[in-house]
C-alpha cells in the first residue's frame, strides 16, 4: 500500500520539474525567437532590403539611397480581389492575371517598385494597397559608381567604398512594412501599419566623402557629352580624375564606360571591362612623365637653364634610334629646356635622361607617388610599374625618360604628382575620406590629410609652372588653354605597342590646373587608345575646366 502511493507521487513530482524545465527554457533561451514569432504573426509585412548606412560628398549629400515609392498589398484586405486585379493592371500596366497570382497566395506583396507620383495618388483609394516609401541603394541617376562601387544580392560590399567600409556601413537586420492583423489574419481597424526596424540603425555608420557632387556630376557629364560610348567607333575606356589644388581632395573621380550598380552580372561578359576604375588603373604615361625628369635634371644640376639644345627630330642611343613628333620637319633646331617642356621634344629629353642617370631618375620618380599606390582608395587601386634602376640598359633609360618602357601610372598618381608643381615642390597626398559619421551625424572616426611631401624646390616647380604655361599658350598643349582664366600643363601620348594599319595605337594623356596664376583645380583627363593626348586629352581638359570655373566651382573648405 506505501509502494502505491510513493510511485505516483515521484512521478508527479517529476512531471511538475520536467514541466517547469521546458517554462524555464522557453523564458530564458527560446524567448527571443518566439517573440519574434509573434511579432511576424501579429504584424505579417513585405521584407525591405538590409539596410545599409549611406554614403554622402563632402556638402552631405547622400550618393546612395535615394527616395522610392513601391506598390504594395495585403490580400486581407481586398474585397474584390477580380474588380483590384483589373484596377491595378490599367495603373501599373501590370499583367492582370500575374497581378491575380500574387493576390491569391493570401501573404503580403509588393507589386511593382519606381512609382510615379501619378500611380501614387491612384492606388491610395483602392482597399488593400499601399504606398511603401522606401530607400533604394541605386539610382539610374546616381554619379561616382566606379568609386561607390556595388554589393551583391545579400547587401554585402563587393568593390568601392561599399567593400572598403562594409563593416561599418552594414545593418544588423532587414525591415518591414507591416499591417496589424488580429489571430484570424484580418486586420485591425485603427492601428494602420509601420514600418519595423527602418527607425533603428542597427549600428551602421555613414561615410562621408571628399567627392563634391556637382563636381563629379560636371566631369561624367562632359565624358558622355564628348565620346559616344556605344557602337563599334566608341573609345575603349577613359578617365578623368579632379583634385582641390591646394588639398590633394579628389573632388571627382569618373571612368567609362559606366555600369548600372543595379545588373552587375550583365557587365562581367562585356570584354571592355566596364567594371574598372580606370582612374586607379595602370597606363604608360607617355610624356606626362617629362614633368619628373624635368624636375629631376633642374634639381640634380644636370642642365643649365639657360643652356641651348639641337633638336634633329630624333635621338641617337647607341645603336638605337628615337624620333621626335618633330621628325618629319626635320626636328626643332636650337631649343631651350624651357622650350622643349612645353613643346615635348623627344631628342632633348632622352638627351637629358641620359645625363640624371637611371637611378636618381627612378628616385625622383618614387618621390613623386610612382610605382606605389596613393592610399587615397582603400580598394582596387593599382600601384602602377616602376622599373628597377639596377641593371637599367641605356635604351631603356631613354625609354623611361619620355614615360615609355615598363613605367606605368594610374591618372591618379599622375593628378596628385601635379600638386607639387602647385604647390611649391610639396605634393600633397590625394585623399577621398573625410570622416565616418553616426545617426546622428556625429563623427566616429575622422581621416586627417596626410602632410605634405617635399619633392623637389620651390625655384624648380616655379620654373616648371612657367614651362607649363607656355606649353598651353604657344607650345603642343595649345587645346587645353581657358581663356581668360589661363591653364597650364603637359600633354602625354603614350605607345601601347600596338599597331592598327600600320598606325601606332596611342593612350591620350593630359594634367593641368587652372586657373594659370590661382590654381582651383588640377585636372588629369585620359582616354584608353584614344590617340595624340594634344588631340584627344587637352580638349577635354578645357571643356571641363570651363564649365567649373565658369560655374563658379564648389564652396567647398
Not at 483602392?126 to 551583391?152: L, P
Request: proline share 4%; net charge neutral.
Amino acid at each position: 500500500m506505501r509502494h502505491r502511493v510513493w510511485f505516483p507521487a515521484i512521478a508527479s513530482f517529476l512531471g511538475f520539474i520536467l514541466i517547469v524545465f521546458r517554462l524555464a527554457l522557453f523564458q530564458l533561451v527560446g524567448s527571443p525567437g518566439l517573440s519574434l514569432a509573434a511579432v511576424a504573426q501579429r504584424e505579417p509585412g513585405i521584407p525591405l532590403e538590409r539596410a545599409r548606412g549611406r554614403i554622402y560628398d563632402r556638402n552631405l549629400v547622400p550618393l546612395t539611397d535615394f527616395r522610392s515609392l513601391s506598390a504594395a498589398c495585403f490580400p486581407c484586405l481586398v474585397l474584390d480581389v477580380d474588380g483590384t486585379a483589373s484596377r491595378l493592371s490599367e495603373i501599373l500596366g501590370l499583367d492582370r492575371y500575374l497581378i491575380l497570382e500574387m493576390i491569391s497566395r493570401g501573404d503580403p506583396v509588393e507589386l511593382k517598385r519606381g512609382i510615379s507620383q501619378r500611380e501614387a495618388s491612384l492606388l491610395k483609394s483602392i482597399n488593400g494597397m499601399f504606398v511603401v516609401e522606401r530607400r533604394e541603394r541605386y539610382s539610374t541617376a546616381s554619379v561616382a559608381r566606379h568609386v561607390i562601387g556595388y554589393t551583391d544580392a545579400e547587401g554585402e560590399g563587393l568593390a568601392g567604398m561599399e567593400m572598403a567600409f562594409d563593416r561599418r556601413l552594414r545593418g544588423s537586420s532587414p525591415g518591414a512594412f507591416c499591417l496589424y492583423v488580429d489571430a484570424m489574419g484580418k486586420h485591425v481597424p485603427g492601428l494602420g501599419y509601420r514600418m519595423r526596424g527602418d527607425a533603428e540603425r542597427d549600428g551602421r555608420l555613414d561615410v562621408v566623402l571628399t567627392i563634391d557632387g556637382r563636381i563629379q556630376a560636371a566631369t561624367e557629364r562632359i565624358l558622355d557629352s564628348q565620346f559616344r560610348w556605344e557602337g563599334a567607333q566608341a573609345p575603349r575606356g577613359a578617365a578623368i580624375v579632379v583634385l582641390d589644388a591646394h588639398s590633394g581632395e579628389i573632388l571627382a573621380m569618373a571612368s567609362r564606360p559606366n555600369f548600372d550598380q543595379s545588373r552587375v552580372s550583365e557587365c562581367l561578359a562585356d570584354e571592355r571591362g566596364p567594371l574598372l576604375n580606370r582612374a586607379v588603373c595602370a597606363y604608360p604615361p607617355g610624356s606626362v612623365f617629362k614633368i619628373v625628369t624635368a624636375a629631376a635634371a633642374i634639381e640634380e644640376g644636370c642642365i643649365g637653364l639657360g643652356e641651348a639644345f639641337v633638336c634633329h627630330g630624333y635621338a641617337r642611343v647607341g645603336s638605337l634610334r628615337f624620333d621626335c613628333a618633330s621628325v618629319e620637319r626635320g626636328g626643332h633646331g636650337v631649343i631651350t629646356f624651357r622650350e622643349a617642356l612645353a613643346e615635348s621634344c623627344n631628342s632633348v629629353f632622352i638627351e637629358v635622361g641620359q645625363r640624371v642617370g637611371a637611378e636618381r631618375l627612378s628616385r625622383y620618380a618614387h618621390l613623386f607617388g610612382f610605382g606605389r599606390t596613393t592610399g587615397a582608395v582603400a580598394s582596387g587601386e593599382s600601384p602602377g610599374h616602376l622599373p628597377d634602376h639596377r641593371g637599367m640598359a641605356a635604351g631603356d633609360l631613354a625609354n623611361m625618360s619620355i614615360g615609355q618602357w615598363r613605367l606605368t601610372a594610374t591618372p591618379l598618381q599622375v593628378a596628385q604628382a601635379m600638386t607639387a608643381v602647385v604647390n611649391g615642390g610639396r605634393m600633397l597626398p590625394a585623399t577621398l575620406v573625410k570622416e565616418v559619421a553616426d545617426a546622428r551625424g556625429l563623427a566616429v572616426e575622422v581621416f586627417p590629410r596626410p602632410r605634405p611631401v617635399r619633392v623637389m624646390s620651390a625655384s624648380t616647380a616655379a620654373w616648371l609652372r612657367r614651362a607649363l604655361l607656355d606649353a598651353t599658350r604657344i607650345g603642343g598643349a595649345s587645346a587645353a588653354f581657358v581663356e581668360d582664366a589661363g591653364s597650364a600643363g603637359k600633354t602625354g601620348s603614350a605607345e601601347t605597342g600596338r599597331k592598327v594599319d600600320g598606325k601606332s595605337v596611342l593612350h591620350a594623356w593630359f594634367v593641368g590646373y587652372a586657373p594659370a596664376y590661382a590654381p582651383r583645380y588640377i585636372i588629369c583627363t585620359f582616354v584608353e587608345e584614344g590617340g595624340y593626348g594634344g588631340a584627344v586629352a587637352a580638349p577635354l581638359f578645357r571643356a571641363l575646366m570651363k564649365d567649373l570655373l565658369e560655374e563658379g566651382g564648389s564652396d567647398h573648405p
